[in-house]
């Protein structure tokens, strides 16, 4: 494909492919099932199943076999099949035919034939898989992959693994909780949370699904489908909603937002203009060389919310981080816990931003504060879309007595393994990452209430050098609100220690030596001129 379709669109065209393999082995699965029980021809047993599964069904032509065997018009027969198999299964609308085969200056006939070959080497059917998300597995391999190739272009879908495994276990979702990602690419945040329940829970499985139910919201119509397409291959309950979540939240429970125990997300970093109401509709004025000038919308005072999320501040015009920030807070449960990457602009930035972030510390008129429980720093280049270091913000709506007014800060920046384009967090990084995090957690809950004294002493043994600290919200007060991390954790090196007359008494030697070198060359430069 390469040289005719762009790096960042492979996914699309290869996922359709996957996806539609996998329904029509399954389906021949089930027909050749039916024959046998049924002790009758593959006609009876298609309509068997069309009567009793109608979603199940996939219509003549766009079964794999079928289409295999053209030689021409090749991607407008993938195309129809996407259309037919979309018409007999609703919840599918839109996501098939989101991707188009049909344009030949991409995808020529014999393009297309070679990968419909391609992928006929295997069988995706159930009893060709050894385990039930295997297909799952292999397409979040692939969403990895494609990313990487699709450089810059692939943050807009795809987090690296190690991030979204490192926020899910700060968060740490529960068999039957209900978990929300409000920017979700391809949904990897989603799956992620769905294995963690699955794999650490006694009760983490229901009817052999990890028992959760997993919501998002994706802009990006061609990722959208992908992350449908996902929670289908991995058998998820995944609700996944098309729309921009900022101005119109899709996820709602009558007239307010619907509320979620795990909010989880890696929103766009700093995007502008965030506000498309506002943004579609600018004013304009003459100027003084008469020519017309659009006015830039005062979000402060223009904007409106119907669900009232931007209670401790409207986030600047042309920095939408904690706008994203606030919509996860609206979205959570009075119990419930949020995991979201920040760029650091976010914990130190004045203005607008200085003011939400003290309200969502101290709080705000009647908006509850003490949100805040962590802070963790991230080494720098972990992301496609930027070389620039990160943050995550842990932020629980129902902190325990003893870690009220205060914030776990980690810095862990400094650990990580080196790729050929990007940093990645090492399986150990992780590791250590949410030990000490969750030590430092536990060592408050079981030292309970504390005098002044004891407190601070208690702190101060809970520390890591160079690492964590758990700082009290007044030394937060007195730094003015900022959560820049170098400012509770000092990670400079120590300087060694210079003794002066040493160093001159080195001095003095090197000069005698220099001395006597010059006297040597000199001496060889007379026995030169004499020869």
């Given at each position: 494909m390469r040289g005719t379709v762009d790096s960042s669109d492979f996914k699309n065209y290869i996922f359709g492919l996957i996806f539609l393999k996998?329904?029509?082995?399954?389906?021949?699965?089930?027909?050749?099932?039916?024959?046998?029980?049924?002790?009758?021809?593959?006609?009876?047993?298609?309509?068997?199943?069309?009567?009793?599964?109608?979603?199940?069904?996939?219509?003549?032509?766009?079964?794999?076999?079928?289409?295999?065997?053209?030689?021409?018009?090749?991607?407008?027969?993938?195309?129809?099949?996407?259309?037919?198999?979309?018409?007999?299964?609703?919840?599918?609308?839109?996501?098939?035919?989101?991707?188009?085969?049909?344009?030949?200056?991409?995808?020529?006939?014999?393009?297309?034939?070679?990968?419909?070959?391609?992928?006929?080497?295997?069988?995706?059917?159930?009893?060709?898989?050894?385990?039930?998300?295997l297909l799952g597995d292999a397409y979040e391999y692939l969403i990895g992959k494609f990313a990487d190739d699709a450089g810059k272009k692939g943050g807009e879908f795809y987090t690296p693994h190690e991030v979204v495994?490192?926020?899910?276990k700060l968060i740490d979702p529960q068999p039957g909780h209900e978990i929300y990602d409000l920017t979700c690419g391809c949904g990897g945040m989603l799956v992620e949370s769905a294995r963690h329940i699955k794999d650490n829970y006694d009760n983490g499985t229901v009817m052999g699904k990890p028992n959760c139910k997993l919501y998002g919201q994706e802009k990006n119509l061609?990722?959208?489908?992908?992350?449908?397409?996902?929670?289908?291959?991995?058998?998820?309950?995944?609700?996944?909603?098309?729309?921009?979540?900022?101005?119109?939240?899709?996820?709602?429970?009558?007239?307010?937002?619907?509320?979620?125990?795990?909010?989880?997300a890696n929103p766009p970093f700093s995007?502008?203009?965030?506000?498309?109401?506002?943004?579609?509709?600018?004013?304009?004025?003459?100027?003084?060389?008469?020519?017309?000038?659009?006015?830039?919308?005062?979000y402060s005072t223009e904007l409106k919310d119907k669900f009232g999320r931007f209670g401790l501040g409207i986030a600047p015009r042309t920095k939408a981080d904690l706008a994203f920030v606030q919509h996860m807070i609206a979205s959570t449960k009075d119990d419930g816990r949020i995991g979201v990457v920040v760029p650091h602009g976010v914990l130190f930035r004045e203005g607008d931003e200085g003011k939400i972030r003290k309200g969502m510390l101290v709080g705000k008129d009647d908006f509850k504060g003490d949100l805040i429980?962590?802070?963790?720093?991230?080494?720098?280049?972990?992301?496609?879309?930027?070389?620039?270091?990160?943050?995550?913000?842990?932020?629980?709506?129902?902190?325990?007595?003893?870690?009220?007014?205060?914030?776990?800060?980690?810095?862990?920046?400094?650990?990580?393994?080196e790729g050929k384009a990007m940093n990645f967090l090492r399986e150990a990084d992780i590791k250590r990452i949410t030990t000490e995090y969750n030590k430092a957690k536990q060592a408050l809950v079981d030292a309970g209430e504390q005098t002044e004294d004891k407190l601070s002493e208690l702190l101060d043994s809970i520390t890591v050098e160079k690492y964590l600290r758990v700082v009290d919200i007044e030394e937060i007060r007195q730094n003015d609100f900022n959560l820049n991390i170098s400012r509770y954790i000092d990670t400079s090196?120590?300087?060694?220690?210079?003794?002066?007359?040493?160093?001159?008494?080195?001095?003095?030697?090197?000069?005698?030596?220099?001395?006597?070198?010059?006297?040597?060359?000199?001496?060889?430069?007379?026995?030169?001129?004499?020869?």
């Open positions: 996998r329904l029509s082995d399954v389906f021949d699965e089930r027909v050749q099932a039916v024959m046998d029980e049924e002790d009758c021809s593959a006609d009876v047993a298609m309509e068997i199943i069309l009567e009793d599964n109608p979603e199940q069904f996939v219509p003549v032509d766009a079964r794999w076999a079928n289409l295999t065997k053209k030689s021409e018009n090749v991607g407008e027969s993938i195309d129809e099949a996407f259309a037919k198999i979309e018409e007999q299964n609703p919840t599918l609308e839109k996501v098939l035919t989101a991707i188009q085969f049909g344009d030949k200056e991409k995808l020529s006939n014999e393009l297309l034939m070679r990968l419909l070959r391609h992928f006929n080497q295997h069988k995706l059917g159930n009893k060709n898989l050894y385990k039930a998300d495994e490192l926020i899910v061609g990722t959208w489908a992908i992350a449908k397409l996902n929670m289908f291959l991995h058998n998820l309950d995944g609700d996944i909603k098309r729309g921009d979540t900022l101005v119109n939240p899709l996820h709602k429970s009558g007239e307010g937002l619907q509320t979620f125990d795990r909010v989880i995007i502008k203009e965030w506000w498309e109401p506002l943004e579609v509709n600018k004013k304009t004025k003459i100027d003084k060389n008469g020519k017309e000038k659009e006015i830039a919308p005062k429980e962590g802070v963790v720093g991230l080494p720098p280049a972990l992301f496609f879309n930027t070389g620039i270091a990160a943050a995550v913000l842990i932020i629980n709506k129902n902190k325990p007595a003893a870690l009220k007014n205060k914030v776990i800060f980690v810095d862990a920046s400094a650990e990580f393994g090196e120590e300087e060694e220690k210079v003794n002066i007359t040493d160093v001159w008494k080195r001095l003095s030697i090197i000069d005698q030596e220099l001395i006597q070198t010059d006297e040597k060359l000199s001496a060889f430069l007379d026995l030169l001129k004499e020869v």
